[in-house]
């Protein structure tokens, strides 16, 4: 691992407290509110903290990792599931020293067989996870099945919320979910494409306080992300923000984002079993309870 060669005290004791990667999944209610960007920039701020980072495209059906970042995968998921193509073929080297494992694209032999590629990528991965520090697994939006397996397989959720009414309906909708199964799982509100960040604050302020009262829990608020036509600019070039402009405003509010991250403890326990063998399992939670 990058960090554990850089600095010799450190392997020992984290591979005591940690045996698996740290996974975080980047979520929300609505799609098209930024998860993609937020996963990709986080990401290489990540590993600019040498930490290594591995995003994986869970938008399993119609990702687009690999197109923001400007990189041509010859494999996706869909190579390790149907032609049993092993993971370090498929996984890209990223911009900024990040790993990708890219998604396809509307490939039709993958629909319907959600549980065998989960499967199939566990066993995958058995020999690779312990190359990556961190995984952010950017996910679909809404609460299909798949992407509840995701989420409720990390050890912390992102949600992104934007002001748009639709959208803070279903990230409630989200919290519900993901309290009912695991009220402890970590979920940290990043409203986006705010005015101002006290729009977004105000918007956290709101949604906490339902999760208060209704659901008997709550949420983190990991600062808001303002509208920055940087950003658009960034996906449309193809070079993620944190390279391109590191000193936009939206980078600054990753970086906060990113000590946030880091200043919530994980559950040990969850964090024992393989990752894959955890969205697996939830599947199996959610199959049961939503049929
Ligand atoms: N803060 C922002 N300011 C300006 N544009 C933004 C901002 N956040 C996201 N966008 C733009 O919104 C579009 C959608 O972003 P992105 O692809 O990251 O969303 P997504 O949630 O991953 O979408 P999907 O649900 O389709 O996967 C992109 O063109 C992106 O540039
Ligand atoms: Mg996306």
């Known amino acids: 691992m990058q960090g554990n060669q850089q600095l010799n005290t450190v392997p020992e004791i984290k591979q005591k407290q940690v045996a698996v990667p740290e996974i975080i999944s980047v979520t929300s209610g609505k799609g098209g509110v930024g998860k993609s960007s937020v996963s990709v920039n986080l990401a290489i701020l990540m590993q600019q903290l040498r930490k290594k980072v591995l995003v994986l495209d869970a938008d399993i059906h119609l990702g687009n990792v690999d197109l923001i970042c400007g990189v041509r995968s010859r494999y996706t998921i869909a190579d390790v599931v149907t032609k049993n193509i092993p993971l370090n073929e498929v996984i890209v080297k990223g911009p900024g020293g990040i790993d990708i494992l890219p998604a396809s694209s509307a490939v039709s032999e993958l629909i319907e067989m959600e549980d065998v590629i989960l499967r199939k990528l566990a066993s995958a991965f058995a020999g690779l996870q312990r190359a990556y520090d961190t995984i952010i697994v950017d996910t679909g939006a809404g609460i299909a099945s798949t992407v509840l397996s995701f989420v409720l397989g990390s050890d912390k959720v992102i949600l992104l919320v934007t002001p748009d009414p639709a959208s803070i309906a279903d990230a409630y909708a989200v919290i519900k979910v993901i309290k009912h199964w695991r009220v402890a799982l970590p979920v940290v509100m990043v409203p986006n494409r705010v005015k101002t960040e006290a729009e977004g604050e105000s918007i956290y302020k709101k949604m906490n306080l339902m999760v208060q009262k209704f659901l008997s829990s709550f949420i983190d608020y990991g600062g808001s992300i303002v509208e920055d036509e940087h950003l658009s600019r960034s996906v449309k070039l193809q070079q993620p923000l944190v ?49």
């Open 243 to 291: 390279l391109g402009a590191p000193n936009a405003p939206v980078v600054r509010t990753l970086k906060l984002l990113n000590r946030k991250l880091m200043g919530i403890p994980i559950n040990q326990e969850h964090a024992k079993s393989s990752f894959f063998d955890r969205f697996i399992a939830n599947r199996r939670l959610n199959a049961e309870e939503l049929v």
